[in-house]
């Protein structure tokens, strides 16, 4: 299991809040581009899916 941030669903217009709310420092965007979400650090707390406006993040059944 991994999570995934839908390009569709992602302005990528502005710094992603989601940053600062995930709490081991998962989550990393260069600029305004997409933001990714490190498989290595992230501990599927759930934060950063209910923290998005707009829905943009979705657990995946596989990595990649
Ligand atoms: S699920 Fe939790 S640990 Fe993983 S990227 Fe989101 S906020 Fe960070």
Known sequence: MALTIDPGLCPQNH???LIQICP???ISQEGFSLPKIDPGLCIECGKCMKHC???AI???ERDG
């Open 24 to 26: 081991v420092g998962a």
């Open 15 to 17: 710094r992603c809040p």
């Open 58 to 60: 979705y657990k995946s």
């Open 53 to 55: 406006g707009r829905q």
